[in-house]
Antibody, heavy 120, light 107 residues
């Protein structure tokens, strides 16, 4: 059974930083594209970032480019999202997502999310 | 960036009725489109990928169609558990984009 467990969310002041983690199990992590999708309170889904299986290719939404960095540690089956220069509009529930298939980018399975609140 | 427009925003139907949801893209996404269901307090669940392929474990009452710029998700007979939000996602080009969602509510 696929399991994705996010952690690292919390309350942070504007301009601050957080590092989200997503521990994965139940599938072959090191050949599977992964990503982050967020959902602001009461709003729709917004893609944030994706990374390929070996970590050599990364992609970002314009809204986070230059501030967020996605990475992975395939030896620890863990996905990360380093978030710097946080703003109020980054407040959201951040979901970790696994691609449907190693040759697909569709977000196939999702964790339960970790909440990030950016406020003074 | 490709804009996805979903309609209607809200669909009010009764159990057993047929639901048809629309997703229109601002430019062609070929067949690289998915549909997700999200219930309150839960993570999204993949229903359909590549416009018309049901994901593992998805009931046959869910079907997707379309290509290019116009897509539909049809629920042939609404089960009480189907009342939820539905989102489309294009994966034809970077950045991937979601539609704004359709809320299927009980009439």
């Amino acid at each position: 059974e696929v399991q994705l467990l996010e952690s690292g969310g919390g309350l942070v002041q504007p301009g601050g930083s957080l590092r989200l983690s997503c521990g994965a199990s139940g599938f072959t992590f090191n050949n599977c594209p992964m990503g982050w999708v967020r959902q602001a309170p009461g709003k729709g889904l917004e893609w944030v970032s994706s990374i390929n299986g070996d970590g050599t290719n990364t992609y970002y939404a314009d809204s986070v480019k230059g501030r967020f960095t996605i990475s992975r540690d395939n030896s620890r089956n863990t996905l990360f999202l380093q978030m710097n220069s946080l703003r109020a509009d980054d407040t959201a529930l951040y979901y970790c997502a696994k691609s449907r298939h190693r040759n697909s980018w569709y977000e196939g399975e999702w964790g339960q999310g970790t909440l990030v609140i950016v406020s003074s | 960036e490709i804009l996805l427009t979903q309609s209607p925003a809200t669909l009010s139907l009764s159990p057993g009725e047929r639901a048809t949801l629309s997703c229109r893209a601002s430019q062609s996404v070929s067949s690289n489109l998915a549909w997700y269901q999200q219930k309150p307090g839960q993570a999204p669940r993949l229903l359909i990928y590549d416009a018309s392929n049901r994901a593992t474990g998805i009931p046959a009452r869910f079907s997707g169609s379309g290509s290019g710029t116009d897509f539909s998700l049809t629920i042939s007979s609404l089960d009480p558990e189907d009342f939820a939000f539905y989102y489309c996602l294009q994966r034809n080009s970077w950045p991937p984009t979601f539609g704004g969602g359709t809320n299927v509510e009980i009439k």
